[in-house]
């Protein structure tokens, strides 16, 4: 059975770091100059965690599958600048599950929950960051009603030297 809940200071920190890390080495892959994988602490991803379970605008929603975390989902509410009309927006900056849980429905169940955290934020809008690179995770989103907003473009300066 899977339990989808927001992390809480009793739960096993360190599954839900090693998760993030997988999250960032997969991420990677799409682009090899972005993360520095290889030397990635837990004191360099931990603060995040603890503080959204400190925090009434941020959370982090996990999956558990027999009291294993399996999959979590990192959310935000963020108050957007003033020439924005719509003045505070939702933020998935993360969902990730396990490659041995996924195509089992718990990314849709965290995706939903996150859904649920902003609607009690009343939150109306929300964003997720993913590679364009990243096919698997646009079809996803897709699937689950987003729409592309706008793309970041990277560019690379040669040096002279």
């Given at each position: 059975m899977v339990i989808i809940r927001e992390l809480q200071p009793e739960d096993?920190?360190?599954?839900?770091?090693?998760?993030?890390?997988?999250?960032?080495?997969?991420?990677?892959?799409h682009h090899k100059d972005f993360f520095d994988t290889y030397n990635l602490s837990d004191a360099d991803i931990s603060g995040r965690f603890l503080q959204s379970m400190e925090s009434n605008s941020n959370a982090t929603i996990i999956a558990l599958v027999d009291d294993v975390i399996v999959g979590y989902a990192s959310v935000t509410v963020k108050n957007q600048p003033d020439f924005y009309k719509v003045k505070r927006v939702g933020a998935i900056s993360c969902l990730m599950v396990a490659k041995e849980h996924r195509c089992k429905g718990i990314a849709t169940r965290l995706f939903a929950e996150a859904?649920?955290?902003?609607?009690?934020?009343?939150?109306?809008?929300?964003?997720?960051?993913?590679?364009?690179?990243?096919?698997?995770?646009?079809?996803?989103?897709?699937?689950?009603?987003?729409?592309?907003?706008?793309?970041?473009?990277?560019?690379e300066i040669e040096s002279d030297q």
């Open positions: 096993n920190l360190a599954a839900v770091l090693t998760l993030c890390k997988g999250f960032f080495a997969e991420y990677e892959v859904r649920t955290f902003f609607l009690r934020n009343g939150i109306k809008y929300f964003t997720v960051f993913t590679a364009v690179a990243n096919q698997v995770a646009f079809k996803f989103y897709e699937r689950n009603g987003m729409e592309a907003l706008h793309s970041t473009f990277i560019g």
